[in-house]
T-cell receptor
Framework: GAGVSQSPSNKVTEKGKDVELRCDPI?????LYWYRQSLGQGLEFLIY????????KSGLPSDRFSAERTGGSVSTLTIQRTQQEDSAVYLC??????????????FGPGTRLTVL | AQKVTQAQTEISVVEKEDVTLDCVYE???????LFWYKQPPSGELVFLIR??????QNEISGRYSWNFQKSTSSFNFTITASQVVDSAVYFC????????????FGAGTRLFVKA
């Protein structure tokens, strides 16, 4: 079946502009995660959604970052007033039950964000 | 605090060599889960294995094997008879209740397999 999809695959923006990154999880998966991967670095957790519960936003680096998940499916990560240090690959993952992190996460191809 | 250390930043081997990727983790929880993911040049992370803390049995899947040792807090990954297609970044990850819902990833080990 279809995996996790993300759009756009690449985004180049100017410093100070807002950007929206989209994630379509695997159908039926209740849990959705956003991560950031800076060049040559590991994955940095950003936010976690599980069903209709309040999301765990503890990984968001600043109040310029926000995310929502509509209808328990598609998620949008928004970065306002982008800065050059926001340049990274933003990865989305979903899992079927979201039992904390015990469930296997399936990753999308990522969105490469470049802030000029 | 939860932490995953992959001390090897890059490893380069010649095809058909065996290679072991190290992973050392830290957690105070008695129940936890360990993962390995592969990130090929295409960029998409691929799940390889999940192991819970109560199962120390080593696992073998084809050319891949994993050695889980709680005594040394290690979960090492060995590729036997490496192939060029094994070239990728490999991430070890840890989930435990003490870390909330966050899966902690190591910094990754970049493996180059030369023909």
């Amino acid at each position: 079946g279809a995996g996790v999809s993300q759009s756009p695959s690449n985004k180049v923006t100017e410093k100070g502009k807002d950007v929206e990154l989209r994630c379509d999880p695997i159908s039926g998966h209740t849990a959705l995660y956003w991560y950031r991967q800076s060049l040559g670095q590991g994955l940095e957790f950003l936010i976690y959604f599980q069903g209709n519960s309040a999301p765990d936003k503890s990984g968001l680096p600043s109040d310029r970052f926000s995310a929502e998940r509509t209808g328990g499916s598609v998620s949008t990560l928004t970065i306002q007033r982008t800065q050059q240090e926001d340049s990274a690959v933003y990865l989305c993952a979903s899992s079927s039950t979201g039992q904390g992190g015990t469930d296997t996460q399936y990753f999308g191809p990522g969105t490469r964000l470049t802030v000029l | 605090a939860q932490k995953v250390t992959q001390a090897q930043t890059e490893i380069s081997v010649v095809e058909k060599e065996d290679v072991t990727l190290d992973c050392v983790y830290e957690t105070r929880d008695t129940t936890y889960y360990l993962f390995w993911y592969k990130q090929p040049p295409s960029g998409e992370l691929v799940f390889l294995i999940r192991r819970n803390s109560f199962d120390e049995q080593n696992e073998i899947s084809g050319r891949y094997s994993w050695n889980f040792q709680k005594s040394t807090s290690s979960f090492n990954f060995t590729i036997t008879a490496s192939q060029v297609v094994d070239s990728a970044v490999y991430f070890c990850a840890l989930y435990s209740g003490g870390g909330g819902f966050k899966t902690i990833f190591g910094a990754g080990t970049r493996l180059f397999v030369k023909a």
